[in-house]
């Protein structure tokens, strides 16, 4: 029968896998804390700005606009998940209890599983659209709350598994040295489940920029053809490319570096770049609310009439405009279907 160790203290943990656990605010921990806390407060606000313009434009009521809330609603979780971290790390972390490390690091794991998760839900949904040639899916509001019901319920399943057992607290030979009470098998699990969903995703923008640039290579030898529905397919290829980008950019290294931890790979200094990948795979959720959002002029319109009406402004939001920019995303191209919402 294994020995377990629920009596010992974080610190215990730390020393059994040779994680610095310090005493005392250094240089770095404050630089660290502070760069934190600030991407955290502007992940809030921007998310926030998303959620509200959705809840209060009745335009915005459309299931790709329902996901966006949702991501925005994760990456939201993040920014409070990563906030809870930066007041409970450095010196701190030898003061926590067992449990609270844990709800620690779940509510790091739930949040950024639910962001991806529901990264692949957009890239699906996208897909579709595009290949249909329709504004917006014909999914019902039904399905999308099943959709983000299960979104949820995934990322909750994978944040918590490792509190209610998957951990090394009664193996100590297979801790992480990231993650000192997590075990290694997890971590591998949870990086590889993470860069499976990110191979999915790049095969559907793959897909959706090449089917694209074959309709636009197609629909330019028509003498018909609009050049508005030309600027649309651009404007849509170059939201794909920024999306896949930033997040093989911020996403990429914090994976690679957890998989490697999970392997045991004991040449790799993980512990040295640890906290930056964190950090930037916690950005990916500031960059979604900027390229999901503000590239939709009626998004970036209702923006206008929330941050007016919180600096008491007298300027006046008109719907007449708004619509008029909304029938201008919704040229019709030669065939007589709605072109694709190329802001997103």
């Not at 040779?18 to 809030?44: M, N, P, Q």
């Not at 329902?66 to 990563?82: H, Q, S």
């Not at 090449?210 to 030309?230: A, E, N």
């Not at 999306?243 to 998989?259: M, N």
């Amino acid at each position: 029968m294994r020995h377990c160790f629920y009596n010992e203290t974080v610190g215990f943990f730390y020393n059994n896998s040779r994680k610095e656990l310090t005493t005392y605010w250094r240089t770095k921990d404050v630089l660290v804390v502070a760069l934190g806390l600030t991407v955290s407060v502007i992940v809030l606000l921007t998310n926030l700005l998303v959620i509200t313009a959705i809840v209060i434009n009745r335009r915005f009521h459309y299931p790709i606009y329902y996901l966006l809330g949702n991501l925005a609603a994760a990456d939201l979780f993040a920014g409070v998940a990563y906030m809870f971290l930066m007041f409970h790390t450095g010196p701190r972390t030898a003061e926590l209890s067992l449990k609270t490390w844990f709800i620690r690091q779940s509510l790091l794991d739930t949040s950024l599983t639910a962001s991806v998760v529901n990264l692949l839900a957009i890239a699906v949904e996208r897909h579709q659209t595009v290949v249909t040639m329709q504004l917006h899916s014909k999914m019902s509001n039904q399905r999308v709350m099943i959709l983000i019901f299960c979104i949820w319920a995934t990322a909750l399943l994978l944040g918590l598994i490792p509190s209610y057992g998957w951990h090394c607290l009664c193996a100590l030979d297979q801790c992480s040295s990231m993650a000192p009470l997590y075990s290694r098998s997890y971590l591998t699990f949870w990086a590889i489940s993470n860069l499976l969903i990110f191979l999915i995703m790049v095969v559907v923008y793959t897909h959706i920029f090449v089917y694209v640039k074959r309709k636009m290579t197609r629909m330019s030898k028509h003498t018909s053809f609009h050049p508005r529905y030309r600027e649309t397919m651009i404007s849509l290829v170059k939201t794909v490319t920024i999306i896949l980008s930033a997040f093989i950019i911020c996403w990429t290294p914090g994976q690679v570096v957890l998989l490697l931890d999970g392997l045991g790979c004991r040449s790799c200094d993980v512990l040295a770049v640890e906290k930056y990948v964190l950090l930037l795979a916690e950005i990916n959720s500031l960059i979604n609310a900027i390229v999901y959002s503000y590239r939709d002029s009626e998004m970036r319109s209702t923006f206008r009439r929330i941050l007016c009406f919180l600096c008491h402004s007298n300027s006046k939001y008109t719907p007449t405009a708004a619509k008029l920019s909304t029938t201008d995303r919704r040229t019709l191209a030669h065939n007589g279907h709605f072109t694709v919402d190329s802001s997103i």
